[in-house]
């Protein structure tokens, strides 16, 4: 899987890096055929939850989107991939019993 990784509007540390990246390669285990996935970190305009993180992941005829907001990336991100994991499975089980 390639791994795409973007901050928007700030500069982001290494490990805040590693961690997403550690995070989203943690999405192969629930569909095995992922092309690409990015990773964009930005932070949001609401006050309560100042940061965003956002996953698209790229299989075969089909992109997929998960937005989350939280205090802080790591938990975004967390909440993302946890979000990401729930369509992946539904696309996987969607995709077995029609074929």
């Known amino acids: 899987m390639n791994i795409i990784f973007t901050a928007r509007h700030f500069e982001a540390s290494d490990n805040l ?3 997403s ?3 989203v390669s943690k ?11 990015s990773i964009v970190l930005e932070p949001s305009a609401s006050s309560k ?10 299989i075969p005829n089909k992109v997929l989107t998960a937005t989350e907001q939280s205090e802080k990336y790591e938990k975004a991100i967390l909440d993302a991939v946890e979000n990401m994991s729930r369509q992946l499975k539904r696309y ?3 995709k077995f019993i029609t074929h």
């Open 92 to 94: 996987k089980e969607k």
């Open 27 to 37: 999405l192969e285990q629930f569909y095995d055929r992922i092309v690409s996935c």
């Open 21 to 23: 990246k550690d995070a």
């Open 49 to 58: 939850t100042p940061q965003q993180a956002e996953i698209i992941i790229k």
């Open 17 to 19: 890096k590693e961690f």
